[in-house]
């Protein structure tokens, strides 16, 4: 065509020697040996914005984020793209899942690099920091009230016993001793009443067993929480009962 420059031989020039003539080449410039389109411009195959030639991820999927050399972009730098990650915020340094969240070893919910007591056993109880919760273990105490009275008969000492050799074999434990009663009369009269026996058996445990009064608590519930009928003599008799509530853990 008129106006196009030719070679020595009368052929349109193709000064960057990429195959496309001078007069069509959108990209004149190419370095040598870069692959191009029809326009003479360097190929993007994966249509990322980066040219093949400087592509160092040349089949990232449509529509992925990619930084400067045509790789998935890693906002948070743990190795996971962003595309991929569940986790996109997570703190330089911190060890991830294939997710890209934080790896938690011992799977309590709480993430390796928070988690202060990493090798929980499975299916335990954790607070916010991974170390389990403590345990609470109740003992019902089969002591049984005359209607009215808060004084523990001898037979019942070996029933207390169980309370006092737990807490010597788990030093750490604290225990909370809770008093019950029947509906037998008012609600006030049966709270102060049910203090009394949880008072009498938390210091029989002190006297007795030489447990340290600090770890022991006493609570009165009075009627609150019936475990029998009421209305029958055996039932009434089942809700006078003292319980022992313990907190503890396999380990302080």
Request: with cysteine; glycine share 10%.
């Amino acid at each position: 065509p008129r106006g196009v420059k030719v070679d020595a031989d009368g052929c349109p020039l193709d000064s960057d020697g990429d195959g496309v003539t001078d007069d069509k080449d959108k990209c004149p410039n190419t370095p040598r040996g870069v692959k191009v389109d029809a326009d003479g411009c360097p190929l993007d195959s994966d249509g990322d914005g980066v040219t093949d030639d400087k592509d160092k991820c040349p089949d990232t999927p449509r529509g992925v984020k990619v930084d400067a050399d045509g790789c998935p972009l890693d906002s948070d730098g743990d190795g996971v793209p962003d595309d991929k990650d569940k986790c996109p915020d997570t703190p330089r340094g911190v060890k991830v899942d294939a997710d890209g969240c934080p790896l938690d070893s011992d799977g309590d919910g709480v993430p390796d690099d928070k988690d202060k007591c990493p090798n929980t056993p499975g299916n335990t109880a954790v607070d916010a920091e991974g170390c389990p919760l403590p345990e609470k273990v109740s003992i019902t105490l089969n002591i049984e009230f005359e209607t009215d009275k808060y004084n523990i008969r001898p037979t019942y000492s070996d029933e207390i016993k169980q309370v006092a050799d737990f807490m010597n074999k788990y030093p750490w434990t604290t225990v909370t001793i809770e008093g019950h009663t029947d509906n037998t009369g008012s609600a006030a009269y049966n709270k102060t009443l049910s203090e009394n026996r949880a008072n009498s058996v938390r210091q029989f445990i002190v006297d007795t067993f030489g447990i340290d009064g600090s770890r022991i608590k006493s609570i009165g519930y009075g009627l609150q929480k019936p475990i029998a009928d009421n209305s029958t003599a055996s039932g009434r008799q089942k809700n006078r009962r003292v319980e022992a509530v313990i907190e503890t853990m396999t380990k302080p």
